[in-house]
């Protein structure tokens, strides 16, 4: 499912989903086209793509797009994600979601976690949550800047 999102960080570090490309069944040169037009836009600093979409990372490269693999623990990008719902002191919301992202509000509607016999595990369901997977890869390692993330 190819996923994209802006994400921006403003300068007190708050983040900012701002706009979402998702489409089903698309090529990989359908979504570097998409990159493309949507830094033509925002210029992104950095774009983070799940390190085992190999080839999708080299054909933005080859686009001129920062792309870079994102590895990283499942529940230390939630926690993340998870740290930033709640308002800072001053009363304003750490994380803000455009409501042109409608994917993305649909997916925070829906996201659960797994369930066994003895409960809740501590791991998220695998459906209808590539939104949240890309948002995952900003928070988890943000440091400022405009990104698109896949």
């Known amino acids: 499912m190819p996923v994209g999102r802006q994400v921006g960080i403003d300068g007190d570090g708050r983040a900012h989903l ?9 090529l ?12 033509g836009r925002y210029n992104f600093q950095r774009l983070v793509v799940d390190s085992s ?8 490269v ?8 994102h590895d990283g623990r499942v529940l230390d990008g939630i926690s993340k994600l998870q740290n ?24 925070f509607e829906s996201y659960c976690w797994k369930e066994t016999a003895g409960g809740v595990k501590d791991e998220p369901e ?14 988890d390692t943000v440091d400022g800047g405009l990104w698109w993330i896949s």
């Open 28 to 39: 990989q040169d359908d979504v570097v086209a998409a990159a493309v037009e949507m830094n």
């Open 53 to 60: 979409a190999a080839g999708l990372i080299a054909a933005l």
């Open 84 to 107: 930033r719902l709640p308002a800072a002191g001053d009363g304003r919301l750490r994380l803000t979601v455009s409501a042109a992202c409608a994917n993305a509000i649909a997916e």
């Open 126 to 139: 695998k459906v209808n949550d590539h939104a949240m997977d890309a948002l995952r890869y900003a928070l």
């Open 18 to 26: 701002a706009e979402e490309y998702y489409e089903r069944r698309k």
């Open 62 to 69: 080859n686009a001129n797009l920062p792309a870079n693999g």
